[in-house]
Structure formats: C-alpha cells, structure tokens
C-alpha cells in the first residue's frame, strides 16, 4: 500500500548493531503500530501509538524501542540487534472512527548475522 | 500462548476447489473477526470480516463461516484461482479494546494450482 511506506526494504545486519526501521504515512490516521511476522507465529504487536505523545508496549517489546516523530512518522529501533530478531518487521495504521481495519506497509525483511 | 489458533499452516488446492481455513478463539470477548490477506512482497490487506451477530458474511468468493458457540469461524475460498494464492491470516478484536488493537492467527500459506 502506497500510502504506508517503510524503509529500508531489506536489511542485513550484525549481532549487536543499532538498527533503526522507519514508518511514513500519508492516510492521515493518529495510530500506528509496528508488527514482526515469523513463520508459523502470525503477526505479533511489538509498539504501538495513538498519537504523538503515546507510546505503548506491545506483545513483544523487549530488545525494541520506538519513536513517534511526527502523526505521519513512527519508527522502530533495535538497541543491539541478535539473530532471533531476524524477522519481517510490518508498519501499520488505523483510523481510530473507522472499522477496526488497519493499513499494512511493504515490510522490512531485517537479518542479523 | 495464541488467543487465536490458525489452521492448517499450509494447503494446496487444485484450481475450482474450495480451500478452507480454520480459526479458534479463547478471548469471548472478542467480538470482530477480519481476514487478511497477504500477497509475497506485500503487507496483509482487509479480505473480509465478519461480526458475531451473523453467522456467515459473503464477499464475492469469499464466505466466512461463523460459530460462536464453538467459538470457531473459517474463511471458504470458492472457485479458487491461481491468484488466490497467498498468505492468510484470521484475527480477532474487541471493541472495549479501543486502540483496534488485532489478535493474528499463525498463517496459512495457500497455493492454487492452475
């Protein structure tokens, strides 16, 4: 979905480097959240936002941290990236009056070696 | 431990054939019950969803089948094309869960041979 960007596409990394994964939208929607997907696991909620002055934890927020720089930008940082975060990191937005429906990025594939 | 049991995690259909998949729940409060859709490359997407006040919602191809004493509801792809192959995700919500916050199921990869 176009009006959801995220960057880097793809991304390969080291044990112990400072990863930051970056989240744009253009839908105009106040939430965001940041997802991983491993196979058989589904899609887990690490951070999410309910506007710029809100941050919550997810599911799985240890090791992650977030930032919500501005209603259109949020992103994830990995402090010190290990391998058992090698996953497909997802961005997502909703409307808070709308139907429950969120709005998924392209994803970011990130490894760490 | 999943809210949301998704199976099976893989099938492979013939093309005109009606794969099924399977969702459980334990929340009882959920109360919203989407589908996604993922294609490789690309973030999931609405398919169809269904609240429990119904027990079956159909979007052209696309049946959900919904049982709420069982606490169960399953998507039907009927006359399944090639380009029906993906990755689909069933999830739940709430709506005391104010933030649209979803529940996902595990996956199931989905091939339609030609």
């Known amino acids: 979905d176009a009006d959801v960007t995220q960057t880097p596409r793809n991304r390969i990394t080291k044990t112990g480097k400072r990863i930051m994964l970056e989240c744009s939208q253009t839908?105009?929607?106040?939430?965001m959240y940041w997802y991983r997907q491993d196979p058989g696991l589904g899609l887990r909620l690490i951070y999410y936002?309910?506007?710029?002055?809100?941050?919550n934890k997810g599911e799985i927020s240890d090791g992650y941290s977030v930032s919500r720089q501005a209603q259109a930008k949020f992103s994830l940082s990995l402090e010190s990236a290990i391998p058992n975060q090698t996953a497909l990191y997802f961005c997502?937005?909703?409307?808070?009056?709308?139907?429950?429906?969120?709005?998924f990025g392209p994803g970011t594939r990130l490894t760490v070696l | 431990q999943q809210q949301v049991k998704q199976s099976p995690q893989s099938l492979i259909v013939q093309k005109g054939g009606i794969p099924i998949i399977n969702c459980a729940y334990e929340?009882?409060?959920?109360?919203?019950f989407p589908w996604y859709q993922q294609f490789p490359g690309k973030g999931p997407a609405l398919l169809i969803a269904?609240?429990?006040?119904?027990s079956e919602k159909k979007e052209g191809r696309f049946t959900i089948s919904f049982n709420k004493s069982a606490k169960q509801f399953s998507l039907h792809i009927m006359d399944s094309q090639p380009g029906d192959s993906a990755t689909y995700f069933c999830?739940?919500?709430?709506?005391?869960?104010?933030?649209?916050?979803?529940?996902f199921g595990g996956g199931t990869r989905l091939m339609v041979k030609p």
């Open positions: 997502a937005t909703s409307d808070p009056h709308g139907n429950n429906e969120q709005f």
């Open positions: 929340n009882t409060a959920f109360d919203y």
């Open positions: 839908k105009g929607h106040d939430r």
């Open positions: 269904i609240r429990p006040d119904v």
């Open positions: 936002s309910f506007d710029v002055k809100d941050i």
């Open positions: 999830a739940a919500t709430s709506r005391e869960n104010a933030g649209n916050m979803l529940t």
